[in-house]
């Protein structure tokens, strides 16, 4: 555990290699040499000692001239030793749903603390709703938000869920804590979904994305403590939580809880669902399930981060096609549901792309940009006749 830790704290993985023998082996070299008659060069180039010393040499050198190629393969997380191992394991394949299903031991699960992530909320529930998925749904919500200022929305918001959209009520204590930064500070309650043992899986959506079909058949991949995809837009390997397929339990439920207690600034949702699963997750494929509307900007002609450019060209119209679930997640440009200036919507809109050889202006990206952001606005308004506007 102490070396684990040390390990991980390295800011550079060479500069304190543990391949570096240097200590042990010129100690032991210098000892013997003072027992016995000085050795001739020859003898010294030809000893076994030496040899080790120069291949070892070599290696570390090697090391050294290819720190980048070697940092990118991450040998430390891919031995276990800092990081989620099961990053490094092939995505699953996506089963087809059986003919027989006992649908109520499967759930989506929405949390809302907010009345403008209940507002999101609804928006899965009634594409969930719309594309006819089996499953049940259940919202997660603290009691407190009945009893706030905007308590008649969130009243008329929720019997609408009930209502419209056949989705289950589950009252909880919001996990809220101080010591951390404000916008992340109630992550945490998504990890609640660890506590409803009703079901036997559950498939958690961040609110703040657009559903394009029904994710029922993730329910019949094989047992896992929980599936999630690569945050494959980060440089260092960890895993996503913005969906997540998992398996409710007391045991890992009481876990849960307790790295909650502890977490202080830095640690999230995300990072608890890294340290605690790491190296028993299994990887959902995040190109049809995790894309995030960022990727439609980068900067990166291949897109190498999302997808391997040696069996698959960059085409957005069939990134588009392929997707099920895509995040908003363009920061520091506001979620899609906030006001937007006109400098602010000019700085983030991914530009058209022109090809050298014909000269042809491909604006397929830009456009599915911008068409993701204004389907989500006009899909979230939500009017009530006594309220008028509630979203
Ligand atoms: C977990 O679920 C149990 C049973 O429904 C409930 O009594 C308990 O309060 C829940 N814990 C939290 C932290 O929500």
């Known amino acids: 555990m102490a070396r684990h830790r040390r390990l991980s704290d390295l800011p550079e993985f060479l500069q304190s290699s543990p391949f570096l023998p240097v200590g042990n082996i010129s100690d032991s070299f210098t000892t013997t040499q003072a027992s016995q008659p000085k050795p001739t060069l020859a003898q010294i180039i030809r000893s076994k000692r030496f040899r080790t010393i120069i291949t070892l040499a070599i290696f570390v050198l090697t090391l050294l001239i290819l720190p980048s190629k070697l940092q990118a393969y991450h040998p430390l997380t891919r031995l276990g030793l800092s990081g989620p191992k099961c990053y490094f394991s092939p995505p699953i394949t996506i089963p087809e749903i059986p003919e027989e299903v006992d649908w109520t031991e499967f759930a989506y699960s929405q949390y809302a603390t907010t009345t403008d992530y209940l507002c999101n909320s609804l928006m899965i529930f009634e594409t969930l709703h719309r594309l006819g998925s089996k499953a049940d749904r259940i919202l997660l919500y603290p009691s407190t938000l009945l009893t706030s200022t905007e308590n008649s929305i969130v009243g008329y918001l929720l019997d609408k869920a009930q209502a419209e959209f056949n989705v289950k009520l589950i009252s909880i204590k919001e996990q809220r804590k101080s010591n951390v930064i404000k916008i992340w500070a109630s992550s945490y309650t ?69 790295e909650i207690e502890k977490a202080t600034k830095g640690i999230y949702d995300m990072e608890i669902i890294n340290s605690l699963f790491g190296s028993t997750c299994s990887i959902l494929p995040h190109q049809a399930y995790a894309l995030l509307t960022g990727e439609f900007r980068s900067p990166d002609p291949e897109h190498k981060a999302f997808l391997d450019p040696s069996t698959m060209k960059w085409d957005p119209d069939r990134v588009m096609k392929e997707a099920t679930f895509v995040h908003f997640s363009d920061y520091p440009f506001p979620k899609p549901w906030q006001e937007t200036s006109a400098e602010e919507q000019e700085w983030a809109v991914p530009e058209c792309v022109v090809d050298d050889q014909e000269g042809n202006v491909d604006c397929r990206a830009r456009n599915i940009w911008i068409a993701l952001y204004k389907d989500f606005k006009a899909r979230r308004k939500v009017y009530s006749p006594v309220l008028s506007v509630v979203c």
């Open 190 to 258: 998504k990890l609640l979904a660890f506590n409803q043992t009703q079901y036997s899986r559950i498939i958690h959506l961040d609110s703040d994305s657009t559903l394009l079909s029904s994710l029922d058949e993730l329910f019949f991949l094989p047992p896992a403590p929980i599936v999630v995809p690569k945050a494959y837009w980060l440089p260092t390997p960890k895993l996503s939580s913005h969906i997540m397929l998992l398996t409710p339990s007391p045991k890992t439920f009481a876990k849960i809880q307790e």
